[in-house]
């Protein structure tokens, strides 16, 4: 009869349980593709490498939602939002965190855009404005439809695109007035 040796467990940390936060000062290594990391009281949720691709679920239980630090909103593997409140008085914004920019709720206090700082060449930035008090001037580096600023109002949108026609120019793409 063949002996059965236990696997060797040399290499491994026990845990005894309890309700204290695990600390680990070294990597944690999964050693192969495909298992997850479950997460969540319902283990609801999953961190893993399939062997091609990175998976972070949010939805393995039901239905869920993934958001980054950054603020893109995932839901059922497809961005959802991927929203930045405008900062007041900024008038060369950073869009390098986002593709929808909203202005914040009526504190623009009369700022007018004149560039958009980090954008990447084909990015596509839509604007809502929830004030009456932003400005998008029409300049060397936003071309604007009938080459005149937009004083944006409440619910208005602003789309623009970066080297649409002119490297290194946001051009504008559409634009709603309510």
């Given at each position: 009869?063949?002996?059965?040796?236990?696997p060797?467990?040399?290499?491994?940390v026990?845990?005894?349980?309890?309700?204290?936060?695990?600390?680990?000062?070294?990597?944690?290594?999964?050693d192969s593709?495909?298992?997850?990391?479950?997460?969540?009281?319902?283990?609801?949720?999953s961190?893993?490498?399939?062997?091609?691709?990175?998976?972070?679920?949010?939805?393995?239980?039901?239905?869920?939602?993934?958001?980054?630090?950054?603020?893109?909103?995932?839901?059922?593997?497809?961005?959802?939002?991927?929203?930045?409140?405008?900062?007041?008085?900024?008038?060369?914004?950073?869009?390098?965190?986002?593709?929808?920019?909203?202005?914040?709720g009526?504190?623009?206090?009369?700022?007018?855009?004149?560039?958009?700082?980090n954008?990447?060449?084909?990015?596509v930035?839509?604007?809502?404005?929830?004030?009456?008090t932003?400005?998008?001037?029409?300049?060397?580096?936003?071309?604007?439809?009938?080459?005149?600023?937009?004083?944006?109002?409440?619910?208005?949108?602003l789309?623009?695109?970066?080297?649409?026609?002119?490297?290194?120019?946001?051009?504008?793409l559409?634009?709603?007035?309510?």
């Amino acid at each position: 009869m063949p002996v059965n040796n236990p696997p060797d467990t040399s290499n491994l940390v026990p845990y005894t349980g309890g309700t204290a936060d695990i600390r680990i000062a070294q990597d944690i290594i999964i050693d192969s593709d495909s298992k997850k990391l479950i997460l969540g009281d319902g283990q609801d949720a999953s961190i893993y490498y399939d062997g091609l691709s990175l998976i972070i679920a949010s939805d393995n239980v039901g239905s869920g939602t993934t958001i980054f630090s950054n603020g893109i909103e995932m839901s059922a593997g497809k961005v959802v939002q991927h929203k930045v409140v405008l900062s007041i008085g900024d008038t060369t914004p950073s869009v390098s965190a986002g593709n929808l920019f909203i202005t914040s709720g009526g504190r623009m206090g009369g700022t007018t855009i004149t560039d958009f700082d980090n954008g990447m060449d084909g990015q596509v930035i839509h604007l809502v404005s929830d004030d009456n008090t932003l400005t998008i001037a029409n300049n060397a580096n936003i071309q604007l439809a009938g080459s005149a600023n937009f004083a944006m109002s409440d619910g208005d949108t602003l789309t623009l695109c970066l080297g649409l026609h002119v490297v290194n120019k946001w051009t504008e793409l559409s634009r709603m007035t309510v």
